[in-house]
């Protein structure tokens, strides 16, 4: 199996390869799976409240428990991130913008598995919906 070291230094030619393929695929895999184990942690943890009998107290689970509904809510989206991602990976077009076309780069991926454009695609994106929101 590739290492993170190998695929950076892989050449550009052998971009998305089967073996490329197949540690982006492992790797959304671990993270999907990591994901699912801190949605169930934080669903656990609001499940079970501790008895408060002090009110400082009570008021430190209220944080913690707006902290853990935050977390359930930003990972859950991720979730379907990291299925198109995979879907990305059967279909043959993972690693390449959706937009351009061209390939989103290796590191980009190792630190991003779910992007879908290429860094320059995604800075304009973000520029715009910044100018917009304003």
Not at 33 to 51: G, Q
């Amino acid at each position: 199996m590739l290492t993170k070291e190998k695929i950076l230094k892989a050449p550009k030619k052998n971009y998305m390869n089967k073996d490329q393929l197949v540690f982006f695929k492992s790797l959304l895999d671990d993270l999907k799976k990591e994901t699912l184990t801190h949605i169930r942690d934080a669903k656990d943890r609001l499940s079970n409240p501790p008895s408060c009998s002090d009110e400082v107290d009570r008021a430190q689970h209220e944080i913690d428990s707006m902290l853990f509904l935050r977390i359930v809510e930003r990972e859950s989206k991720l979730l379907p991130k990291i299925d198109k991602a995979i879907m990305r990976i059967k279909a043959g077009d993972y690693g390449f913008c959706l937009e351009t076309g061209e390939p989103i780069g290796l590191e980009r991926l190792i630190s991003r598995p779910t992007a879908e454009y290429c860094a320059e695609v995604k800075t304009i994106n973000e520029e715009k919906e910044k100018h917009f929101a304003d």
